[in-house]
């Protein structure tokens, strides 16, 4: 089972991140998932920005909309028979709007996932998928750590129990929205011991059986570790597959 964590929205820079998820899909069947925040009204304009890279790559895949709708505008409807999925993304946008929809099905995600489905998260719906998720905040203790715009309507450093895919905490936007001092904040009050910050146009590729890792695109990954009474920074470029701890 493979996870494909992407910094950013989608762009010509990802095309071999693209390519990997549809091969990875044409392998399992044509049914592709994309789970976007709003209804059908407010998003679907959307659906194309993440449907077409995937359609002009395989034009038998069957795209299959999750309007992650809030409570009070009805229930959210998953595709029916989800183990027949062949792929699953999970868009860009609010973080806390993406988490708590998918929070109910979190437990029918994984089950996917560890079934072998790919996993393509994009910016927010990279960032869900920890045991912890860092959906938003600009402050650590009424000290500014990042621009107050990306606080995503939270002051104060907001981590919440994520999908659980995965065990370390994701970041993304990290070079365009300066998103590394968020990290080293959460790393101080948060029950993680690792935030993975990804830069705009770049993908963590993550095979969650064996934990081993690569980094596609054209930035870099930094991993951010607490260990005892300090804290590691590694800066991981686009490279080949090495072990890592996911």
Do not use: C
């Not at 795209?63 to 959210?76: Q, R, V």
């Amino acid at each position: 089972m493979t996870l494909y964590l992407v910094g950013g929205n989608p762009s010509q820079a990802l095309a071999s991140v693209l390519d990997a998820f549809v091969e990875e899909v044409r392998d399992r069947g044509d049914r592709v998932a994309i789970a976007m925040l709003g209804s059908a009204e407010e998003s679907a304009s959307f659906l194309d920005n993440y449907a077409d890279p995937i359609i002009s790559r395989y034009p038998e895949a069957l795209i299959e909309p999750i309007w992650l709708t809030e409570e009070d505008e009805g229930p959210i409807v998953w595709p029916v028979n989800p183990e027949g999925l062949a792929g699953l993304v999970v868009a860009g946008g609010w973080t806390p709007g993406y988490l708590e929809a998918l929070s109910g099905w979190r437990e029918m995600i994984s089950t996917q996932v560890r079934r072998g489905i790919p996993y393509l998260g994009w910016s927010a719906g990279a960032m869900v998928v920890g045991r912890h998720a860092i959906v938003g905040g600009w402050k650590h203790r009424g000290r500014q750590v990042v621009p107050e715009i990306v606080g995503e309507g939270s002051t104060e450093l907001d981590i919440r129990e994520g999908l659980g895919l995965i065990g370390p905490s994701i970041e993304t936007h990290a070079d365009t929205q300066y998103l590394i001092g968020r990290a080293l904040a959460a790393l101080q009050v948060g029950p993680m011991s690792t935030v993975v910050a990804i830069d705009e146009d770049t993908a963590l590729i993550i095979d969650a059986t064996s934990g081993r890792t690569k980094v596609a695109g054209r930035g870099k990954v930094t991993w951010v570790t607490a260990e005892a009474d300090r804290l590691l920074v590694r800066f991981e470029p686009r490279n080949p597959v090495e072990e890592r701890d996911s």
